[in-house]
């Protein structure tokens, strides 16, 4: 494992662990999220790598977002986030890997746009979600656009125009987490959860990342469309993979197949 903070990551198996250590409360400025773009590219591109689980130090903040002190001393608000634009995640392009977020507290601002680029979202029993940017007259860019197709427009909107927090158990309710787990067994689920995952297809998984990517503003004719014309490039290695003869023969011999990614 690395120990360099603001960011320290671990490879287990196929699974790539980044955490985001930056005390008091995980607050990200540009430098930080510099580096968080140059480590998920590094996942990104490395073959032998899955799946992502990210997760922060401590048990009271995941990240509150933006670092409010480092702009007030000079960190411009629109300045180089670096590759894969705030927290090197959600503008990262050609992702075609799950991310998985286990939110161990205070999930608010940019921590919860974060938490909204990864594709399962895990969190602590105590943990708590807000976009309290109205408050300091600024917009919740990212959410605004991300949150409305996530949750009811109604709750979004409220969350977005009010600032209002919500524990985990109204974040699973209106389907914006996939489970809440005692703090003390959240990492031990989301390792679980990232095995579970590293486990199956990757090629597979590859493809069903560029098809919802790619489909998300389309027509459901027009993205089927780009499918059976074989323009997606995902899909199309998935068909003339080695996985996908791998799959067969594995149904009709009645064992586990043995995925390798080609």
């Known amino acids: 494992m690395t120990t360099d903070t603001p960011i320290r990551t671990a490879r287990r198996g196929h699974v790539f662990e980044v955490v985001l250590d930056r005390p008091k409360a995980n607050a990200i400025d540009l430098a930080t999220s510099r580096i968080m773009g140059q480590v998920f590219t590094e996942f990104r591109d490395d073959p032998d790598l899955r799946v992502a689980l990210l997760t922060a130090a401590g048990d009271k903040f995941f990240c509150p977002g933006w670092d409010l002190k480092a702009a007030a001393a000079g960190d411009a608000v629109d300045g180089d986030y670096g590759v894969g634009g705030f927290g090197g995640l959600q503008e990262l392009r050609g992702l075609n890997k ?21 594709d399962i979202i895990l969190a602590a029993d105590h943990a708590t979600f807000a976009l309290p940017e109205i408050r300091s007259g600024t917009v919740a860019d990212a959410a605004s656009i991300k949150l409305p197709k996530r949750i009811p427009y109604h709750i979004a909107m409220e969350m977005l125009l009010t600032g209002r927090w919500i524990d985990a158990k109204e974040a699973a ?32 998984y590859a493809a069903i ?21 074989s323009q997606l490039a995902t899909v199309e290695k998935l068909y003339r993979s080695d996985d996908q003869k791998e799959g067969a023969r594995a149904f009709a011999e009645k064992r586990d197949p043995v995925w390798k990614g080609r």
């Open 209 to 229: 990342k560029e098809i919802v990517r790619e489909a998300e503003d389309m027509k459901f004719q027009d993205a089927l469309n780009r499918i059976t014309k």
């Open 98 to 118: 799950p991310v998985i977020a286990a939110v161990n507290g205070i999930c608010c601002g940019g921590g919860l746009e974060l938490a909204l680029s990864a």
């Open 173 to 204: 309710g209106w389907g914006l987490i996939n489970q809440i787990h005692p703090a003390a067994d959240l990492m031990t689920e989301a390792r679980k959860m990232a095995d579970l995952i590293a486990s199956g297809p990757p090629l597979v």
